[in-house]
């Protein structure tokens, strides 16, 4: 695994997933189905969906921590600030050897660095909001969005993952 093979295989991934339509339906449908797939794994994370400022899903699985939820809305603004997924972003910045405060002046209290949101992009809109998981190493919680977003675009989800490390 390289970083500039994963970054090629995140950007495959934020053209390929993006919704036709996403409303508060589909945000309990994804939700659902993630917190189902962690469920069934025994992954003590929190799942959280947000559209524009809006909670549209959260649950905190059986094995999370309370801060949990503080690294789901730091690394939500980094997916909602760049409106990429923030380990894509994450990664970036390793490559470059840089930091969110030393490149972009964003306070860690605010921004996290590290994987595990991914924004929901609309075709012919843009980005609504953002998909997030923390609990895992930051590479799994990317994998799991993006694999539960793939089964739920009747995507194959083999296909969009990153290789393993």
Known sequence: MTIDKDLE?????????CFESFNLETAW??????????SSRKLGVAID??????????????????????WVRRKRNVALRFLKSSYG?????????ATLEQ???????????????????????GVIGAVTVSGLPQR???NLVVEALAIMLKQDPIALALSQS
């Open 9 to 17: 295989c995140i950007q495959r991934q934020e053209e390929a997933l």
């Open 89 to 97: 972003v994450t990664l970036q910045l390793q490559r470059q050897g």
């Open 103 to 125: 490149k972009f002046a964003l306070p860690v209290a605010d921004f996290a660095a590290s994987g595990g949101s991914f924004p929901i992009h609309v075709k012919g809109t």
């Open 140 to 142: 799994e919680d990317h």
């Open 49 to 70: 969906i947000t559209l524009h400022s809006m909670p549209a899903f959260f649950v905190a699985l059986p094995g999370s921590t309370a801060d949990n939820s503080g």
């Open 29 to 38: 449908q994804l939700g659902s189905l993630i917190q189902k797939m962690a």
